[in-house]
């Protein structure tokens, strides 16, 4: 503020850097990035593809899809294990009870 009142001239970008860092980094990301508008403009101005079909965008799809498929298996892995110890469980309790009533050998 006081280079403001002084007409210093002020990094405009290394402020805004500043800031975004102490955002998100030194407040963990509680609050949002900041300078959106800037920002959309700079990049708009460089040619850089911004918004939902920016790039890498298709990439990230294709690995999320990728990881509800995996998802999937895994719950279905989950499953067949539980069934499979459940059917296991049974043999051996079947198993012990039969060896329990057995009469002692002579």
């Given at each position: 503020?006081?280079?403001?009142?002084?007409?210093?001239?002020?990094?405009?970008?290394?402020?805004?850097?500043?800031?975004?860092?102490?955002?998100?980094?030194?407040?963990?990301?509680?609050?949002?990035?900041?300078?959106?508008?800037?920002?959309?403009?700079?990049?708009?101005?460089?040619?850089?593809?911004?918004?939902?079909?920016?790039?890498?965008?298709?990439?990230?799809?294709?690995?999320?899809?990728?990881?509800?498929?995996?998802?999937?298996?895994?719950?279905?892995?989950?499953?067949?294990?539980?069934?499979?110890?459940?059917?296991?469980?049974?043999?051996?309790?079947?198993?012990?009870?039969s060896l329990?009533?057995?009469?002692?050998?002579?």
């Amino acid at each position: 503020m006081e280079s403001l009142c002084k007409f210093d001239p002020i990094d405009l970008p290394a402020l805004i850097l500043e800031h975004m860092y102490k955002t998100v980094v030194e407040h963990k990301g509680k609050h949002g990035m900041g300078y959106g508008y800037v920002l959309t403009k700079v990049f708009h101005h460089l040619s850089i593809p911004v918004g939902a079909e920016g790039h890498g965008t298709t990439k990230v799809k294709d690995l999320r899809k990728q990881n509800e498929v995996l998802f999937a298996k895994i719950a279905a892995l989950q499953e067949k294990m539980i069934k499979d110890n459940d059917a296991a469980n049974s043999r051996l309790t079947l198993v012990i009870n039969s060896l329990s009533h057995q009469p002692p050998s002579s």
